[in-house]
């Protein structure tokens, strides 16, 4: 069965530092890939979105970025972080279009 | 620009009372979906409706689409504690076929009082 990593589950950084959150697929192969943020008692920003190794596609712009640098890893990245950046961050996958999207569990990050 | 609208925000209700959530897109969906996101925790997929008119029941649950699939309803009849969480409604991104992008409301939260 399909399965979705995701780490560090809690983050206390600070303001100015860098960032590196990491998402991992099990179970399927070319999987669609997307990392998006929930503010406190939000709904859920897509930030980025991946169809393969190497394509990424920022819905945003931000102070982040993503890399795809193998079929089933997906990672969130930041050089310096700003306060505006805390929220919950889930990384997700699916299929392909008219598919259900599978979260990780998340990772609850704080600039401080 | 597309926007998919919740409301309630939050609702508050005793134990065995029903609960309703509605969905309103401002553009028609090819299809919409329904996740719950328990507290601390992570959205989890309920459902997904496609067909214009279509109602799809999970136990208690009831979701509906509206016939010109820009609206659709959660109904939970007869609430329980454990369906404490935020109910999100989600449909694809304009312009997104076969990239599985999705635009969520921004849920309703529900507490149910025992």
């Known amino acids: 069965s399909q399965t979705i990593h995701q780490w560090p589950a809690t983050l206390v950084q600070p303001v100015g530092s860098p960032l590196s959150l990491e998402c991992t697929v099990e179970?399927?192969?070319?999987?669609?890939l997307y990392w998006y943020r929930q503010a406190a008692g939000r709904g859920l920003q897509l930030l980025f979105y991946?169809?393969?190794?190497?394509?990424i596609s920022s819905e945003v712009p931000q102070n982040l970025s993503a890399s795809r640098p193998q079929d089933r890893q997906f990672i969130l990245s930041s050089k310096k972080l700003l306060l505006s950046d805390s929220g919950f961050y889930l990384c997700?996958?699916?299929?392909?279009?008219?598919?259900?999207?599978?979260f990780g569990q998340g990772t609850r990050l704080t600039v401080v | 620009g597309q926007q998919v609208m919740q409301i309630p925000q939050y609702q508050h209700v005793q134990e065995g009372e029903d609960f309703t959530t509605y969905c309103n897109s401002s553009?028609?969906?090819?299809?919409i979906q329904w996740y719950k996101q328990r507290p601390g925790g992570h959205p989890v997929f309920l459902i997904q409706l496609v067909k214009s008119g279509e109602v799809k029941k999970q136990k208690r649950l009831t979701f509906q689409f509206g016939e010109a699939k820009k609206n659709s309803s959660l109904h939970i009849t007869a609430t329980q504690t454990t369906d404490v969480g935020t109910y999100f409604c989600a449909g694809p991104k304009l312009g997104s076929s076969n990239t599985g992008k999705l635009i969520f409301g921004q849920g309703t939260t529900l507490q149910v009082k025992p």
């Open positions: 991946s169809v393969g190794i190497g394509q």
């Open positions: 997700a996958w699916t299929t392909g279009w008219y598919t259900e999207a599978f």
């Open positions: 179970g399927t192969s070319n999987p669609n």
């Open positions: 553009t028609t969906l090819s299809n």
